[in-house]
């Protein structure tokens, strides 16, 4: 089991960036592909960006392709999510996850990642 602790979200203004991290500990890190994922209020959990356990093959949701970079340090145990021209309809909490052993590789549902961390707030303030 890997346990996942986000952090470095907060307030930034439209426009803005911020750069979020995702701990791991527990069971080796480098053999799961990553995934993040936001929930704002009222509305479902839905998918950000995954990556391959190698750091390869990065995906995104259109929603935010072209602005967030999705990274990993399989030597620090650590996600990242580059987060630049950030837009008020980016608020959310958001939260990283392990992809299941055998899902599919390409995977962006929710019933494919585990292991979810406490997540972090991102507000963007128009």
């Known amino acids: 089991q890997v346990q996942l602790v986000e952090s470095g979200g907060g307030l930034v203004q439209a426009g803005g960036s911020l750069r979020l991290s995702c701990a791991a500990s527990?069971?080796?890190?480098?053999?799961?592909?990553m995934g993040w994922f936001r929930q704002a209020p009222g509305k479902e959990r839905e998918f950000v960006a995954a990556?391959?356990?190698?750091?390869?093959?990065?995906n995104y949701a259109d929603s935010v392709k072209g602005r967030f970079t999705i990274s990993r340090d399989n030597a620090k145990n650590t996600l990242f999510l580059q987060m630049n021209s950030l837009k008020p309809e980016d608020t959310a909490m958001y939260y990283c996850?392990?992809?299941?052993?055998?899902?599919?590789?390409?995977?962006?549902?929710?019933?494919?990642?585990?292991?979810w961390g406490q997540g972090t707030q991102v507000t963007v303030s128009s």
């Open positions: 996850a392990v992809r299941l052993p055998g899902s599919p590789g390409t995977s962006a549902a929710l019933r494919d990642f585990g292991s």
């Open positions: 527990g069971r080796a890190f480098s053999v799961y592909a």
């Open positions: 990556i391959s356990r190698f750091g390869t093959s990065p």
